[in-house]
């Protein structure tokens, strides 16, 4: 504890693990998502180079109650990949209720440890090949310093999978917890706080910012642990795409991949041809800021990065000998999800966008089964009469067009 906001931080999460979950649920499903999950790892920080049969040391730092640190155990545990999973986090509340979830999917393959990652430096811990750290550097006194006590456990060619809140989109979030610091200050006792928080949310004015931004719905339905995250935590900082990009680039990190990296190009959002071209004349950092302040919904940046002097050398999509994945929606799914005028309709948190495919875009898919490799694929569909140079042109589009919202990847090698 290095300050009074660190006292109310440690009895927060103590008093309400966040987020709430049900380990009895655990066999029902697997909660999904962004950082950490070991497709976007083996692509997005390692370039689908780094072979499966090397272990993979993890870090899950502030796991919460085992979001990540569950994700990425099982989908090591699934396809049988070597190494470990560290789950770190000071709460043991917390910590509690993701052991539960653990032991209910008979998860060996995770190191706890009950401590801050601040303490990380000079720990023992590590080195680790990769770490995942969502929705802690914004809630410390000092970002900078734990980003710093991250990179000085990882492990030379390793990278980061990061979580920061996001100010556009949070609009109407920083004007409720002014207020309710000035009706439930942060000295008062959790139940407290919370029980004014409920009263406030049931009277809130028809013209509060908040009652406008609908995607917020998971913390509002989330239990008290949603609604203390969200509008009670005594320490809530959010960065603009810039002062994240100054953030990494102080410790010598570099984003490799913002993600969805659709959602960060302004050429998406800008039809307008001299707007475009404007845009075209920026570069990419400036291009992630303009998306950012075009679209104003984005609430979190998730982001991989590598150290700025270890450049990766992405695995070539189109290599005969590479092998073409999907994230999650098997290829067979994903081509009846493309419409008649060749398009696939994506939704980003109320904003809309169109991916345009090419017309052999839908054969393309059916043959990406995680089995086989680019070049049998080619071959493939130039037998069924299709020419070598329009197949070719064809899967460079398809690859490139899935893999900016990231729904089509590579396999790393054996």
Same mark, same amino acid.
Request: hydrophobic residues 45%; negative net charge; proline residues 9%.
């Given at each position: 504890?290095?300050?009074?906001?660190?006292?109310?931080?440690?009895?927060?999460?103590?008093?309400?693990?966040?987020?709430?979950?049900?380990?009895?649920?655990?066999?029902?499903?697997?909660?999904?998502?962004?950082?950490?999950?070991?497709?976007?790892?083996?692509?997005?920080?390692?370039?689908?180079?780094?072979?499966?049969?090397?272990?993979? &040391?993890?870090?899950?730092?502030? $796991?919460?109650?085992?979001?990540?640190?569950?994700?990425?155990?099982?989908?090591?545990?699934?396809? &049988?990949?070597?190494?470990s999973v560290t789950y770190l986090d000071r709460s043991a509340a917390a910590m509690a209720v993701?052991?539960?979830?653990?032991?209910?999917?008979?998860? /060996?393959?995770?190191?706890?440890?009950?401590? /801050?990652?601040?303490?990380?430096?000079?720990?023992?811990?590590?080195?680790?090949?990769?770490?995942?750290?969502? $929705?802690?550097?914004?809630?410390?006194?000092?970002?900078?310093?734990?980003?710093?006590?991250?990179?000085?456990?990882?492990?030379?060619?390793?990278?980061?999978?990061?979580?920061?809140?996001?100010?556009?989109?949070?609009?109407?979030?920083?004007?409720?917890?002014?207020?309710?610091?000035?009706?439930? *200050?942060?000295?008062?006792?959790?139940?407290?706080?919370?029980?004014?928080?409920?009263?406030?949310?049931?009277?809130?004015?028809?013209?509060?910012?908040?009652?406008? &931004?609908?995607?917020? $719905?998971?913390?509002?339905?989330?239990?008290?642990?949603?609604?203390?995250?969200?509008?009670?935590?005594?320490?809530?900082?959010?960065?603009?795409?810039?002062?994240?990009?100054?953030?990494?680039?102080?410790?010598?990190?570099?984003?490799?991949?913002?993600?969805?990296?659709?959602?960060?190009?302004?050429?998406?959002? @800008?039809?307008? *041809?001299?707007?475009?071209?404007?845009?075209?004349?920026?570069?990419?950092?400036?291009?992630?800021?303009?998306?950012?302040?075009?679209?104003?919904?984005?609430?979190?940046?998730?982001?991989?990065?590598?150290?700025?002097?270890?450049?990766?050398?992405?695995?070539?999509?189109?290599?005969?000998?590479?092998?073409?994945?999907?994230?999650?929606?098997?290829?067979?799914?994903?081509?009846?999800?493309?419409?008649?005028?060749?398009?696939?309709?994506?939704?980003?948190?109320?904003?809309?966008?169109?991916?345009?495919?090419?017309?052999?875009?839908?054969?393309?898919?059916?043959?990406?089964?995680?089995?086989?490799?680019?070049?049998?694929?080619?071959?493939?569909?130039?037998?069924? $009469? &299709?020419?070598?140079?329009?197949?070719?042109?064809?899967?460079?589009?398809?690859?490139?067009? @899935?893999?900016?919202?990231?729904?089509?990847?590579?396999?790393?090698?054996?």
């Open positions: 504890m290095t300050d009074p906001t660190d006292a109310h931080l440690a009895a927060q999460y103590e008093a309400y693990p966040y987020p709430k979950r049900n380990p009895r649920e655990e066999a029902k499903r697997l909660i999904i998502g962004s950082p950490g999950h070991l497709k976007e790892i083996d692509w997005w920080v390692f370039g689908a180079t780094r072979p499966v049969s090397r272990p993979l &040391n993890a870090l899950i730092a502030g $796991g919460g109650t085992g979001d990540a640190t569950i994700m990425l155990a099982t989908h090591m545990a699934r396809a &049988n990949r070597p190494g993701a052991q539960e979830r653990a032991e209910v999917r008979g998860l /060996s393959n995770i190191i706890w440890e009950q401590r /801050s990652l601040l303490d990380l430096p000079g720990s023992g811990l590590g080195p680790f090949d990769y770490i995942d750290c969502c $929705g802690v550097l914004h809630h410390l006194a000092d970002p900078a310093a734990g980003l710093r006590a991250l990179v000085s456990v990882l492990a030379p060619g390793g990278g980061l999978g990061l979580m920061v809140y996001a100010p556009h989109g949070r609009t109407g979030v920083y004007m409720l917890q002014d207020a309710l610091r000035m009706l439930a *200050p942060p000295e008062a006792p959790p139940p407290a706080r919370l029980d004014m928080a409920r009263r406030v949310l049931k009277h809130l004015p028809e013209t509060a910012w908040l009652r406008q &931004n609908i995607y917020f $719905g998971d913390h509002v339905t989330g239990g008290d642990a949603g609604i203390y995250d969200l509008l009670l935590n005594p320490r809530d900082t959010s960065f603009a795409v810039p002062a994240l990009a100054a953030l990494l680039a102080g410790e010598g990190m570099e984003v490799a991949a913002w993600m969805e990296p659709l959602r960060y190009d302004p050429l998406v959002w @800008l039809p307008d *041809p001299k707007l475009r071209a404007r845009a075209e004349t920026l570069d990419p950092l400036a291009r992630a800021a303009l998306a950012e302040a075009l679209t104003g919904n984005l609430s979190t940046h998730i982001v991989y990065c590598r150290r700025a002097d270890e450049p990766c050398m992405a695995a070539d999509p189109v290599h005969p000998a590479s092998i073409p994945i999907t994230r999650e929606i098997p290829g067979e799914e994903m081509a009846k999800q493309i419409r008649t005028d060749g398009t696939i309709p994506y939704l980003f948190d109320g904003l809309r966008a169109v991916v345009h495919l090419p017309p052999l875009a839908a054969a393309f898919l059916r043959l990406v089964d995680g089995q086989r490799p680019v070049g049998e694929i080619l071959v493939t569909l130039t037998q069924r $009469g &299709n020419r070598e140079d329009v197949v070719q042109r064809a899967w460079t589009t398809t690859f490139a067009a @899935l893999n900016r919202v990231n729904q089509l990847l590579l396999a790393p090698p054996i």
